[in-house]
């Protein structure tokens, strides 16, 4: 089956409430736009990184950049669903491993490339830590599944689940985070960094606008 069909039919059911959630997350841009610019936390961060340089870009415009691209990152992994695993895969024609998928999707859909293996993506300087309850869309999880802290790697998609090329004979697919084997073996989450030629990642001034949005 295509992976774009796959994609579709896996949307349905539970993936269909990760879909009108990760839609939510491109209503937040609206949320910003009602705050005076001078009480902005958003413009306040940015401005004091340096992220900023002058009117002719926003904070929600690097918001709003920032979204599509998680969004499209997001939408992209749960494409392969259902792809075979492969030891050292690294390409959609023959399959991917665990940290193979992971590099992949980074790569196209947010032009970064990113370490081979699972332990040096957790170390990668262009990732920055996340905590277990910041988890946002298009973060990395880690997890140690081979008496290593960080031997797994997957995408986390929201709600608690992530997905990941979980082992030989095995396919592409999303699991919950709950579940006592991967809650017990989560090590960590990386976020990218802002750096030269990306858009800055979500900070927390806006994850708590997002959670507010998607408690309503």
């Known amino acids: ?35 005076p610019a001078d009480d902005d936390p958003i413009a306040t961060y940015l401005q004091q990184r340096g992220l900023v340089d002058g009117p002719a870009v ?13 969004s499209e ?55 920055m830590k996340v905590g277990r309850d910041d988890l946002l869309p298009g973060d990395l999880v880690f997890f140690n599944t081979q008496r290593r802290q960080f031997s797994h790697v997957g995408i986390y998609v929201g709600e608690g689940r992530f997905i990941h090329a979980p082992r030989s004979g095995a396919k592409v697919r999303m699991e919950d985070m709950a579940i006592a084997y991967w809650h017990k073996r989560f090590t960590g989450a990386r976020r990218p960094q802002a750096s030269a030629g990306q858009t800055p990642p979500i900070i927390p001034a806006v994850a708590a606008r997002q959670a507010a949005l998607l408690a309503r």
């Open 73 to 127: 990152l997001v939408l992209m992994a749960l494409h392969f669903v259902d792809l075979p695993y492969r030891r050292g895969g690294t390409s959609v024609d023959h399959g991917f491993d665990c940290s193979g998928f992971t590099r992949h999707i980074f790569e196209v859909s947010l032009g970064l490339p990113l370490p081979r293996s699972a332990d040096e993506q957790a170390s990668a300087r262009t990732l």
């Open 1 to 35: 089956m295509h992976p774009a069909a796959t994609g579709l039919r896996f949307l349905k059911g539970t993936g269909l409430r990760l879909a009108l959630a990760l839609a939510g997350l491109l209503l937040v841009n609206a949320a910003a736009a009602e705050a």
């Open 58 to 70: 926003t904070p929600e415009q690097t918001l709003t950049s920032w979204q599509e691209r998680t």
